[in-house]
């Protein structure tokens, strides 16, 4: 589509630009993340996943990946990080968890590699 | 006239309200990112601002997609804190100054930058962690404080052109502002640092370098680069860096650098840290 | 590629929805106003635009004090009318363009225009009754829509100079889309009316005229006006006229009046009404 | 104030331009005007104004204007017209009841003047 250029971003290996069509992709997903700013809403996921994310309208692709905590394949599905580590977060799993289980490292090597950076 | 002193840059890693919360200032992982802010805590016992400019980008707890400004400004006599999802604790609400925000908000305007005024505004760790650094023993932030929240959440995110031109314009609004008040900038965010896909785990010490050093003299040369261009160097999330460009544009005198400090990792992140001196 | 036919502006006057609902068209205080769109209706039997980009401004039913943006700019699939608490009937949902729409902000922020995006909106009369008064006779809106809301609540509102950058930038989007789409851009509000204070009813036909005409050929003609200049001479609603300049911005070919009305009063405000094509 | 000029609107006889220093002033009131946009609120109100007021935190000046039906009363109080039209809209006041109220003239009159505009 000739209006593609102007909008499309670069391509970054391993990365990708929440941009439109991120966004309107993950509108759903991002917004039950949202609602976990609330402790009550939390509960309420906890309780009963599968319901919480009927409710706010999740596709089946979305509702599995959300299932098998699949960081990479939420991202896929329009997922924004900044959202996703609030569902991370129920599960006490902070970002260098998050890192680990995206680069199919262990929870060590990710943190080593990290440290490494510094060199 | 209110007058800006200088601006405080630095990075806004979730974690370090953790490591607050539990007292971890001097473990080993910790100490390097604490001790750095000794040489601010120097400056501000002689700089002694009143106010608090903070820039910044809110990571959804004020700001969903539904509704994503560019540039939020804050209108609002207080500003609070909240759950944002990961059990930080909650810090005392902030003070802010109505008026001051309306000077600011009234010359933006003039000035053709399309801002959203906020008059309620809850403020997530990106503006309270930063403050809590600065002065570490206060109960409560000492100082009156104006948000300006940046979008760096949902592209397209306004280029680091615009930032620029948006930084001076904010200078001028400050300091046409007719009380007496000294004013600091902060630019929270940064550096490089990726949370998401593959590359998670990406940082670029070489490039780090590279801004705190345009930083302080040549801030102009930042504004070259495009968005894609920063997520490429310094990651998804190292576009925050956006925000150390806005405030240091605040800054028109001839500018010093007081104090820097740099340290890789802070969480997924490498920290930064700058205090720069504006001279009339 | 996309390309804007032409310009339609109009008052949004609440009433207007009331007679519609009632079927006041040929009361005789109703039908000089009515009759008036008799010339848009014939224009659009042969122009047959795909979208409509609705320029107008929200009276406090999407958006609120709290967070106020200066231009924000819709993109959803579908926006919702609502109530606004005076009874005027709902009208069915508008479609929108979400691939469009995100060109269009891609290309609004690379242009350094600060808007607020928004995934979600509903719409108020000053959307809806245009589009009603365009297709009469569809029981809903035929073409799909763009909604660009413009602050005129809240001072500082944006000044003429920068609605009339603005207006050039969002034909510029549009007209860079890739799909063949025909657009027809809405201005609405105005023209001059005062709803309060001890100078209501304030009209002010000769300036009214003055921009009817300026508007035509020589739109950057009212970019000298200063919003408290507006107040003053078209009242403290008048400034609605904004959105006619801003949409009148979008046109950058030869500009031909192809129709124009205008009646004193409709309700407290001097309607007025042009379509203006845009050739190439 | 030095600050003062570039902030100050022009002073226009029998106009009250909504800046910062009004929109500070009836935050309050133009919040409890704008909740009218949903019906049960606007019930809310009638079963029991001076308790609807008092939820919403406004000054005891602003609660006797709204008593009062007082329309520049409130604008003076920060009220702004766009959301007072909601608040008028309860008791089927129009812009012309109000434009009416406002001057001091008959309904009629205000109609007549609206008219005459035309000439
Ligand atoms: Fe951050
Ligand atoms: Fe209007």
């Known amino acids: 589509m000739a209006s593609r250029p102007r909008y499309a971003h670069r391509n970054i290996p391993g990365t990708t630009i929440f941009d439109g069509v991120q966004a309107q992709k993950g509108y759903a997903l991002n917004k039950m993340c949202y609602s976990f700013n609330s402790a009550e809403n939390r509960a309420a996921f906890l309780a009963d996943e599968e319901a919480y994310c009927r409710k706010f309208g999740l596709s089946e692709v979305q509702r599995k990946a959300i299932a098998a905590r699949d960081v990479l394949g939420l991202i896929a599905e329009g997922g924004n990080v900044y959202y996703l580590a609030k569902f991370a977060g129920i599960f006490n799993l902070n970002v260098q968890d998050l890192g680990a289980l995206q680069t199919g490292m262990s929870v060590e090597a990710f943190r080593q590699k990290l440290v490494e950076a510094a060199r | ?280």
């Not at chain 2, 959804?60 to 207080?78: C, N, R």
């Not at chain 2, 490089?192 to 040369?221: T, W, Y």
Request: with cysteine; glycine share 8%.
């Open chain 2, 1 to 280: 006239m209110a007058r800006i002193i200088g601006a405080v840059t630095t990075s806004h890693v979730p974690a370090i309200g953790n490591a607050i919360a539990r007292g971890m200032q001097e473990d080993p992982y910790w100490k390097p990112f604490f001790r750095g802010w000794d040489g601010v805590h120097d400056w501000l016992a002689t700089a002694k601002p009143d106010v608090a400019v903070v820039v910044y980008n809110d990571h959804g707890l004020q700001f969903f997609l539904d509704k994503l400004p560019t540039f939020a400004v804050g209108a609002a006599a207080e500003y609070q804190n909240a759950d944002e999802g990961w059990g930080l604790p909650t810090l005392p609400p902030y003070r802010g100054n109505p008026d001051l925000s309306w000077h600011v908000i009234e010359s933006l305007v003039a000035d053709e930058f399309d801002i959203t005024t906020c008059q309620e505004m809850v403020v997530d760790h990106a503006f309270t962690l930063p403050l809590k650094l600065m002065w570490p023993d206060a109960e409560q932030c000492p100082v009156m404080t104006l948000p300006v929240a940046v979008n760096t959440v949902q592209h397209p995110l306004p280029t680091p052109a615009r930032c620029y031109k948006f930084g001076r314009a904010l200078g001028r609004a400050v300091e046409s502002y007719g009380e007496d008040l000294k004013v600091v900038i902060l630019g929270t965010g940064g550096l490089s640092h990726q949370l998401d896909g593959q590359r998670a785990g990406f940082i670029n010490k070489a490039f780090d370098a590279m801004c705190m050093d345009k930083l302080v003299g040549e801030p102009e040369a930042l504004t070259r680069y495009s968005i894609d261009d920063l997520v490429e160097q310094a990651g998804t999330q190292g576009v925050e860096v956006i925000n150390w460009l806005t405030a240091r544009a605040a800054l028109s005198g001839t500018v010093n650098k007081v104090h820097s400090n740099y340290h890789i990792p802070i969480s997924n992140t490498a920290s930064g840290l700058m205090v720069l001196e504006n001279r009339a």
